[in-house]
Nanobody, 121 residues
């Protein structure tokens, strides 16, 4: 099992910045990718940004140029720096980890509890 604990959400004005952090604990064997998804009220949970264990990032088009994902493999943490925030970025942000199948583990997806980000206009 992998446990994910998010921190750093809050209320910010449009144009402001926030930094989200996610700390993973448990066995990290086979964890190939970590990242962030978000879900606004009445909408689906959508990808924001992910980063592979090799350090390759992927971003949703809506956040490119504004958000930066980074990982510290030694500390099992992944962070999301969010700049130039917009009201439409308001959502619950979830940390995610993807385990690929290994000798000892089945493939699996893990989710944190979520942290609220609210951007006021």
């Amino acid at each position: 099992q992998v446990q994910l604990a998010e921190s750093g959400g809050g209320l910010v004005q449009a144009g402001g910045s926030l930094r989200l952090s996610c700390a993973a604990s448990g066995s990290m064997s086979g964890i190939a990718k970590m990242g962030w998804y978000r879900q606004a009220p009445g909408k689906s949970r959508d990808l924001v940004a992910t980063i592979t264990s090799g350090g390759n990032p992927t971003y949703a088009d809506t956040v490119k140029g504004r958000f930066t994902i980074s990982a510290d493999n030694a500390k099992n943490t992944v962070s999301l720096q969010m700049n130039s925030l917009k009201p439409e970025d308001t959502a619950v942000y979830y940390c995610h980890a993807r385990r690929m199948r290994t000798v000892n583990y089945a493939a699996a997806d893990y989710w944190g509890q979520g942290t609220q980000v609210t951007v006021s206009s």
